[in-house]
T-cell receptor, first 114, second 108 residues
Framework: ETGVTQTPRHLVMGMTNKKSLKCEQHLGHNAMYWYKQSAKKPLELMFVYSLEERVENNSVPSRFSPECPNSSHLFLHLHTLQPEDSALYLC?????????????FGQGTRLTVV | DAKTTQPNSMESNEEEPVHLPCNHSTISGTDYIHWYRQLPSQGPEYVIH???SNVNNRMASLAIAEDRKSSTLILHRATLRDAAVYYCILRVGQNFVFGPGTRLSVLP
């Protein structure tokens, strides 16, 4: 148990659906991250929030829309996804973005787009 | 854009020590060396990190070369539960950027 909780653990959605992934941490961390992990590929950093402000957006398509309403919660809103978006989506948090801090990851949401 | 290189895979026998190498020849003076591992069907898990001196914790030891261009993660006694992908990471800017890592297999 890392203190970072992601829901749901598994999600199957059609290409025309709208769904949201939720991430919650009560570690008092100020930075939160979304990563995508496709089969047999390294983790890809998608978005970074620091003190509830988005500070990084790594050329992610607009069909992925993050939201950070407070320091404990992070959402990833999904709409009109493609089958190639099927992947494990991981949320992480860290005390800050200082170089000596470590990240704590959730267990991920396994997303399948049909 | 990972700044580290690791072997794709390694094997170890159970209850033997494992030394996982990592090269980071472009490391800068302020870069911390981080190690994470990812067990099957789970998110990555923090293992250890260090700057210049060797580091020990309950999970592993981190040996850092004097010139800091390489490091070694040491698992003192591998168990079957240590089978995972191990990632050596230098922060890119302020971000955790993962490479492909080393897949460690532990043989009974």
């Amino acid at each position: 148990e890392t203190g970072v909780t992601q829901t749901p653990r598994h999600l199957v959605m059609g290409m025309t659906n709208k769904k949201s992934l939720k991430c919650e941490q009560h570690l008092g961390h100020n930075a939160m991250y979304w990563y995508k992990q496709s089969a047999k590929k390294p983790l890809e950093l998608m978005f970074v929030y620091s003190l509830e402000e988005r500070v990084e957006n790594n050329s992610v398509p607009s069909r992925f829309s993050p939201e950070c309403p407070n320091s404990s919660h992070l959402f990833l809103h999904l709409h009109t996804l493609q089958p190639e978006d099927s992947a494990l989506y991981l949320c992480a948090s860290s005390q800050s973005r200082a170089l000596n801090t470590e990240a704590f990851f959730g267990q991920g949401t396994r997303l399948t787009v049909v | 854009d990972a700044k580290t290189t690791q072997p794709n895979s390694m094997e170890s026998n159970e209850e033997e020590p494992v030394h996982l190498p990592c090269n980071h020849s472009t490391i800068s003076g302020t870069d911390y060396i981080h190690w994470y591992r990812q067990l099957p069907s789970q998110g990555p898990e923090y293992v250890i990190h260090g700057l210049t001196s060797n580091v020990n914790n309950r999970m592993a030891s981190l040996a850092i070369a004097e010139d800091r261009k390489s490091s070694t993660l040491i698992l003192h006694r591998a168990t079957l539960r240590d089978a995972a992908v191990y990632y050596c990471i230098l922060r890119v800017g302020q971000n955790f950027v993962f490479g492909p890592g080393t897949r460690l297999s532990v043989l009974p």
